[in-house]
């Protein structure tokens, strides 16, 4: 199977070169899958950009877009550049502060054909080590977001309003032709319109909670006032556009 891994960045060098150094080595894991790392730089004015073409070049990473927008962010330009240069069959999307458990790759291997697999974005490292071989969600996920998933799961309510884009899979097949929505600059609400798109075009949407990745929210890239200047903005947008 050919798999693309994309890996959206900003400003964050060293928790991307931490992020890539544990896909690669999924790679032993998943030997008879063909993962290609495909990292989708928003512009970030770090070393990010000598460092990505430091890893291509050793062949650490397969593809490196940037957007080059630089004092503007841009995730939806950045994610749609990076899904335009992934030939997987299976994308699978990471931010770079999201850190993948070892067997994330493996697990959303099991994505279903029409099907947009959310993983289970955890605020406790720990949850890197959890046994999703052996993985019951009634204990094993976190209070509060993961379980509220969990029961929606249960009750088959798991929609697209649950999607967040830190981690998931689809099929590139069943993604199509849909993209992130441009229009939205900087932070929020334009993965959930993303999801709102693929809903449209038929597309379900699964919690796979063994799917599990970290969320390190210590690693800032952005003043927090200037992402919540952004979420009003696009939040402005978001509900005029599915009203559409």
Excluded at 29 to 47: C, H, P, Q, R, W
Excluded at 109 to 119: A, E, H, L, Q
Aim: charged share 30%; proline share 3%.
């Amino acid at each position: 199977m050919k798999i693309s891994y994309i890996i959206l960045t900003y400003n964050r060098a060293d928790s991307l070169a931490y992020h890539i150094g544990l896909i690669n080595s999924q790679k032993i894991l998943n030997k008879d899958d063909d993962i290609e790392i495909v990292v989708a730089d928003d512009g970030s004015g770090d070393s990010t950009n000598i460092m990505a073409e430091s890893f291509l070049k050793c062949g650490h990473i397969q593809k490196y877009v940037n957007t080059k927008s630089y004092n503007s962010a841009t995730p939806a330009k950045a994610r749609n550049l990076g899904i335009n240069a992934a030939t997987g069959d299976l994308l699978i999307f990471a931010d770079d502060d999201c850190l993948p458990h070892p067997k994330l790759i493996e697990q959303y291997k099991k994505t279903k054909i029409g099907y947009c697999s959310v993983g289970y974005r955890s605020s406790l490292p720990e949850s890197l080590k959890k046994n999703v071989d052996n993985f019951d969600p009634e204990k094993d996920l976190e209070d509060g977001r993961p379980q509220l998933y969990w029961q929606r799961a249960k009750d088959n309510n798991f929609i697209w309003h649950h999607f967040s884009s830190g981690s998931f899979a689809i099929w590139k097949d069943d993604l199509n032709d849909v993209r992130f929505d441009e229009e939205f600059v900087g932070y929020g609400l334009e993965d959930r319109h993303f999801a709102w798109l693929l809903d449209k075009k038929g597309i379900k949407f699964e919690f796979l909670y063994t799917a599990i990745i970290y969320h390190d929210h210590n690693a800032l890239n952005r003043p927090r006032s200037q992402k919540d200047e952004e979420l009003q903005i696009n939040k402005k947008m978001y509900y005029e556009k599915i009203r559409e």
